[in-house]
């Protein structure tokens, strides 16, 4: 069962870094901010300068399918923040996409919420990408889930 | 050697008792912080000239204080900043004062930590309001906007990597808690924690549980810092700023996954460590005692890695193997500090840190004020035996860590 969040205790408002971003999500689009110079990826969106090369014109977007995998998560299991107080206990995890790597090769890397539970998720879990709506305006969050396939080496969270 | 190295020294500290509801506003409570500091140093109120703090938007200023104690400052700054600030303003403190700008100088912090606004956000109800966010709305999209939370990640990496335990976690709780045993002004006073207690609390965040976490009280703390030469007429042995680190940054700043790919349980630490030390004239192997950000037990175990006491992946069985206990290899967080003893989002290490090297631990023996100790610890006694280098880690973050070293010695 997905964690039972409630979007309409929170309201968010896009600014100037993060309008094109969120008007991608009306479209289901997952973007990731990048450099048109050097080709550096980053996570947020909203950092509007390249820490690679210091380029702060020419910067772009490139579209993520999403699928990634676990890096790391948390299991939440205390009611705190507004929208997920009857979310609990859920899953929020780093996770590295597949698809889209930094300047260094390495993959981007960013945190989202996973429908699953600790008893399937895990580091290196494979996710994939869903939107779920969010306001009335049509603002919607990437949401992930476990892929079908898993590897192998799925490490659980081992408890005491 | 720095070019500060030695030339000012820590002189008075003072505290408020740590609450679970004070009853009491910020402002009271720092005013008393403040002249308790005073007093303990042997000076006046109106010897001080320059007072700064740091806060999270929960607290009064400098200049509030001052007015009400009868204090004209020549300097004030007060910063937004949380666990790494102390030994920030520490080194802040030092230019100044031997710059000639101030004589003699406060650094304060007050808070509801419990009652009022709780780091983290969450309203002393434990209601979460509905929330605006403005922006891209992460981290709050993702459930995740409390440091337990946040270190809860570096945490569980951190544990595949290195196949460390919640039971070492519980290891640092444990120390820690034993210190606080020692320390009358500890919440825990007497009151030791065992690992089953540890182990059966209940979860805030997998992989931490109750005593991972830091003890939210309402406190203010305070300290007062000369220029070195005045230091020696006062009522305590001075304790000398050797040196530190002043919100070092990680290569990949961010609590969230940063545009490089620094492991994610790194800190700044791991950036700042020659740096204290080639400043400061003193090695590792200098260090008699340590304190060491505890927010929660992870960062404890990041930091004596970050700063280079234990390579990757040791820290935990470090603890494990009790070598942080007061008479073992390097006793750490002698006053039970933010785990044991109360939260006071930082100062409170560089507080005892200073008793400790003075020889001066306020504890159970009769005439600990006069530096008379018995080592007894079945008999309550805190103070650590060699006492001449002390050093202290701030908050440590990706995006910041602060140390300091002290030292009894200003060469």
Redesign the interface.
């Given at each position: 069962m997905p964690p039972k969040?409630d979007w309409?205790?929170?309201?968010?408002?896009?600014?100037y870094?993060?309008q094109e971003?969120w008007d991608a999500t009306k479209e289901g689009r997952l973007l990731v901010r990048g450099c048109n110079v050097c080709g550096?990826r980053?996570?947020?969106?909203?950092?509007p300068g390249c820490?690679?090369c210091g380029e702060l014109e020419n910067l772009g977007y490139v579209e993520s399918k999403g699928g990634g995998n676990v890096?790391?998560?948390?299991?939440?299991?205390?009611?705190?923040?507004?929208?997920?107080?009857e979310?609990v206990p859920?899953i929020?995890a780093?996770i590295d996409l597949d698809d889209i790597k930094?300047v260094?090769g390495?993959p981007?890397?960013?945190?989202?919420?996973i429908d699953e539970g600790?008893d399937k998720v895990g580091?290196n879990s494979k996710v994939e990408l869903y939107f779920e709506q969010?306001s009335d305006d049509g603002k919607k969050?990437p949401r992930w889930r476990l892929s079908e396939q898993q590897p192998d080496n799925v490490?659980l969270?081992?408890?005491? | 050697m720095g070019l500060l190295t030695g030339k000012t020294a820590i002189v008075g500290v003072g505290e408020t008792t740590y609450y679970r509801d004070a009853k009491r506003t910020t402002y009271s409570l720092g005013i008393e912080a403040i002249k308790r500091a005073v007093m303990d140093a042997g000076l006046e109120l109106s010897d001080i000239d320059a007072m700064t703090s740091y806060q999270g938007n929960d607290s009064n200023s400098s200049n509030d204080m001052a007015q009400a104690l009868g204090m004209r400052l020549n300097y004030s700054l007060d910063i937004m900043g949380g666990g790494s600030s102390t030994e920030a303003l520490v080194a802040h403190a030092a230019g100044l004062l031997a710059g000639g700008y101030a004589n003699a100088m406060v650094i304060f912090r007050s808070m509801r930590g419990r009652t009022g606004r709780r780091p983290g956000g969450q309203a002393p109800s434990g209601a979460a309001p509905p929330m605006t966010v403005v922006g891209h709305g992460e981290p709050q999209y993702i459930g995740v906007t409390t440091p337990a939370q946040m270190f809860g990640l570096a945490a569980m990496r951190y544990m595949h990597e290195f196949g460390m335990t919640t039971r070492q976690l519980g290891a640092v709780a444990l120390t820690h808690r034993y210190h606080a045993t020692l320390n009358p002004k500890a919440f825990f006073y007497q009151r030791p924690l065992t690992m089953e207690d540890y182990l059966q609390a209940r979860w805030v965040s997998k992989p931490f549980r109750l005593f991972d976490c830091c003890l939210e009280m309402d406190v203010a703390c305070a300290l007062v810092m000369v220029r070195a030469e005045r230091s020696y007429d006062l009522k305590h042995p001075p304790v000398f700023v050797m040196g530190g680190t002043a919100r070092t940054m990680a290569e990949s700043p961010g609590y969230l996954p940063g545009r490089r790919h620094t492991p994610v349980y790194h800190h700044a630490s791991n950036w700042g460590r020659n740096r204290v030390f080639a400043m400061s004239g003193r090695s590792r192997e200098d260090v008699d005692l340590a304190s060491f950000y505890d927010a929660f037990t992870i960062t404890p175990l990041l930091q004596l890695e970050g700063y280079g006491f234990v390579g990757p992946g040791e820290a935990g069985f470090w603890y494990e193997e009790g070598r942080g206990r007061l008479d073992a290899d390097l006793p750490v967080n002698t006053s039970g500090s933010h785990l044991s003893e109360g939260y006071s989002h930082g100062i409170q290490m560089v507080i005892e840190m200073t008793r400790q090297l003075r020889g001066r631990a306020d504890d159970a023996c009769p005439d600990w004020a006069n530096g008379s100790h018995t080592y007894d610890r079945d008999e309550g006694c805190r103070q650590v035996k060699k006492h001449e280098n002390g050093f202290c880690a701030g908050w440590g973050s990706p995006v910041t860590s602060s140390s300091l070293m002290l030292s009894r010695h200003p060469h």
């Open positions: 969040i309409s205790r929170i309201n968010i408002i896009p600014d870094d993060t971003w550096h980053w996570w947020p969106p909203n950092v820490a690679n890096h790391t998560f948390i299991v939440i299991m205390q009611p705190i923040i507004a929208p997920f107080l979310a859920y929020s780093m930094n260094d390495n981007v890397r960013l945190q989202g919420v600790e580091i969010i969050v490490w969270f081992p408890g005491p | -």
